[in-house]
């Protein structure tokens, strides 16, 4: 297998698995920092729709990160092996 397939499939699978932390951790965190207002007859809507923008920025984020990061250890590991 050549070193550029090698590193692409580490890429992909770092991504995968940013994925799924960021699914599983930033909606968490997004609900521990939001507060929303406490008085009566407010709308919440643009706060969700900030919250959800803000989650899929996040995801997006954590997806090329990942990316990276497995792109480097799978040129690293390729170097060492």
Do not use: D, H
Not at 45 to 70: C, D, P
């Amino acid at each position: 297998m050549s070193r550029s397939k090698k590193a692409a499939r580490y890429g992909a699978l770092g991504a995968a698995l940013a994925f799924v932390l960021a699914s599983l951790f930033v909606p968490r965190l997004l609900a521990w920092y939001f507060e929303p207002p406490v008085i009566t007859g407010c709308s919440c809507a643009a706060s969700i729709a900030w919250a959800l923008n803000a989650n899929r920025w996040i995801q997006l984020f954590s997806v090329l990160v990942g990316a990276g990061i497995g792109a480097i250890l799978g040129f690293r590991i390729r170097s060492i092996n």
